[in-house]
Nanobody, 125 residues
Framework: QVQLVESGGGSVQSVGSLRLSCAAS????????MGWFRQAPGKEREGVAV????????DYADSVKGRFTISQGNTKDTVYLQMNSLKPEDTAMYYC??????????????????WGQGTQVTVSS
């Protein structure tokens, strides 16, 4: 059974930084994809950043390019999201996601089969 467990959310002031972690169990495969989606109150879920496991290819939403960095751990069953220069509009519940197959950050979130419970990120101005 696949499980995704997030950690690292919290509250921070504008231009601050946070690092999210996601540990996956029962999922490792070099052909799979892991990443992060987020959902702000009253808005739809949107892709933030994704990484192809093993290959390491990444993709980002335009709104976070240059500020966020996704990476994988040495054992490749953990992914991280380093978030710098945070803005109030980054406030959302952040979800670790995973799917078997190719990665995409734009598109239907439902195509990601596995979701974590979410971790809240709040950025104050």
């Amino acid at each position: 059974q696949v499980q995704l467990v997030e950690s690292g959310g919290g509250s921070v002031q504008s231009v601050g930084s946070l690092r999210l972690s996601c540990a996956a169990s029962g999922f490792f495969d070099i052909n799979n994809c892991m990443g992060w989606f987020r959902q702000a109150p009253g808005k739809e879920r949107e892709g933030v950043a994704v990484i192809a496991i093993g290959v390491g290819t990444t993709d980002y939403a335009d709104s976070v390019k240059g500020r966020f960095t996704i990476s994988q751990g040495n054992t490749k069953d953990t992914v991280y999201l380093q978030m710098n220069s945070l803005k109030p509009e980054d406030t959302a519940m952040y979800y670790c996601v995973a799917r078997r197959g190719y990665c995409f950050v734009r598109g239907d979130p439902k195509l990601y089969n596995y979701w974590g419970q979410g971790t809240q990120v709040t950025v104050s101005s």
